[in-house]
């Protein structure tokens, strides 16, 4: 497996912007699918973004589609999200993961970073 250190959380005013990173290592990192999931207190983690290794596939959920981006250096082992407009309902924790293949559900993603909190302040 890969392992993963998120950074780059924090707190922003609303319409601000972020960018998270997902450092990688161990295993190569290129021939990973890379997730986004965030998850707020007592919920399950939600799907937020996905990206092949080649960035063919890239998909997002409705709620951050036109407002987030999801990308990778696979030079850098390195994975990122940049969070444009946020919303206070954008407060939560964000992990990456790591995975076989592109997917929606945690389920299908064995590596995890540790988590960083996003705070929107309205």
């Known amino acids: 497996q890969v392992q993963l250190v998120e950074s780059g959380g924090g707190l922003v005013q609303a319409g601000g912007s972020l960018r998270l990173s997902c450092a990688a290592s161990g295993r190569t990192f290129t021939s990973y699918a890379m997730g986004w999931f965030r998850q707020y207190p007592g919920k399950e983690r939600e799907f937020v973004a996905s990206r092949s290794w080649s960035g063919y596939y890239v998909y997002y959920a409705d709620s951050v589609k036109g407002r987030f981006t999801i990308s990778r250096d696979n030079a850098k082992n390195t994975g990122y999200l940049q969070m444009n407009s946020l919303k206070p309902e954008d407060t939560a924790v964000y992990f990456c993961?790591?995975?076989?293949?592109?997917?929606?559900?945690?389920?299908?993603?064995?590596?995890w970073g540790q988590g960083t909190q996003v705070t929107v302040a309205s």
């Open positions: 993961a790591a995975g076989p293949r592109v997917s929606y559900s945690s389920g299908n993603y064995p590596s």
